[in-house]
């Protein structure tokens, strides 16, 4: 019931593209869900992040749509472009009790020039 | 602000040997983590502390051990180093005590020979 499913694991997209990658979970306690990026040889960075509260959220060219009844969600990068290949991941989260971040097993976007 | 420190990048060990990774944050964060990421399995979580004197397990607490004596650092030890142990890990800390918004250190890549 603690699993984030990430797919795909690997994506490769077209300059000017979009690139979707999807995210499951099963615990409906979760209230936080982040997306992180990661270089290569570099820690994780928070991306963007939603609450289940809205269904989606926009910031510049990246956008994450949550959809609470199939509890899914889903980080969509519209125009990709080759300096967006990296690595990356979803988390979710829940602050009744415990504190604790389960991550997806990642996803590396390759953008070509 | 230096943000997320950690030492040292890289280390070799033998089985048996133990060491402590160090890390340290300058954004006087409530939350701080360990994480460890291997290939096709995300990032895991080790040990959180949701503030200084308390400290709690996370999904692959074995074989590691953790304290919080200041706002400021949070070792990992690992008391006597095993092949399984062999990863690249992750400190990250958090303005909230929920432990969203997390930031990432640059990492220490551990080899267990």
């Known amino acids: 019931q603690q699993q984030v499913k990430q797919s795909p694991q690997s994506l490769i997209v077209q300059k000017g593209g979009i690139s979707i990658i999807n995210c499951a979970y099963e615990?409906?306690?979760?209230?936080?869900f982040p997306w992180y990026q990661q270089f290569p040889g570099k820690g994780p960075a928070l991306l963007i992040a939603i609450r289940p509260d809205v269904s989606e959220k926009k910031e510049g060219r990246f956008t994450i749509s949550f959809n609470k009844s199939a509890k899914q969600f889903s980080l969509h990068i519209m125009d990709s472009q080759p300096g967006d290949s990296a690595t990356y991941f979803c988390?979710?989260?829940?602050?009744?009790?415990?504190?604790?971040?389960?991550f997806g097993t990642g996803t590396r976007l390759k953008v070509l020039a | 602000n230096a943000g997320v420190t950690q030492t040292p990048k890289f280390q070799v060990l033998k089985t048996g040997q133990s060491m402590t990774l160090q890390c340290a944050q300058d954004?006087?964060?409530?939350?701080m983590s360990w994480y460890r990421q291997d290939p096709g399995m995300g990032l895991r979580l080790i040990h959180y502390s949701v503030g200084a004197g308390i400290t709690d397990q996370g999904e692959v607490p074995n074989g590691y051990n953790v304290s919080r004596s200041t706002t400021e650092d949070f070792p990992l030890r690992l008391l006597s180093a095993a092949p399984s142990q062999t990863s690249v890990y992750f400190c990250?800390?958090?303005?909230?005590?929920?432990?969203?918004?997390?930031?990432f250190g640059p990492g220490t890549r551990l080899t267990v020979t």
């Open positions: 988390a979710a989260s829940t602050t009744s009790g415990t504190y604790k971040y389960i």
């Open positions: 954004m006087n964060h409530e939350y």
């Open positions: 615990n409906t306690a979760f209230d936080y």
């Open positions: 990250a800390s958090s303005p909230t005590t929920s432990g969203y918004e997390q930031y």
